[in-house]
């Protein structure tokens, strides 16, 4: 079992910056695949970005790929989403999600754990 808690959500003008925290808990956080999704209010969950266990591979979403950067610090237990350029579009609550089993996945079944969100807008 392991528990997420994202954090570093807010209020952010067009362009700017902000970084996301996704604190677990537990000894086995090293050995998950880790991953970040959105849901838009009316939209299902959509996928992010996801990164292996030591952070050597990840993989991102066409919409944010090249201004959304995925990292980890097993030694923290934490792993970040550095969103740089944001966009209105970009508006959501982001979870953070863990899978005990497997690699890099875009697939929301293929992860076993969840946090509870944090909240991004951006405003225009």
């Known amino acids: 079992q392991v528990q997420l808690v994202e954090s570093g959500g807010g209020l952010v003008q067009a362009g700017g910056s902000l970084r996301l925290s996704c604190a677990a808990s537990g000894r086995t956080f090293s050995s998950y695949t880790m991953g970040w999704f959105r849901q838009a209010p009316g939209e299902e969950r959509e996928f992010v970005s996801t990164?292996?266990?030591?952070?050597?591979?990840?993989y991102y979403a066409d919409s944010v790929k090249g201004r959304f950067t995925i990292s980890r610090d097993n030694a923290k237990n934490t792993m970040y989403l550095q969103m740089n350029s944001l966009k209105p579009e970009d508006t959501a609550v982001y979870y953070c999600?863990?899978?005990?089993?497997?690699?890099?996945?875009?697939?929301?079944?293929?992860?076993?754990?969840w946090g509870q969100g944090t909240q991004v807008t951006v405003s225009s």
């Open positions: 999600a863990a899978r005990k089993y497997g690699g890099l996945s875009t697939g929301r079944d293929a992860y076993d754990y």
């Open positions: 990164i292996n266990w030591s952070g050597s591979n990840t």
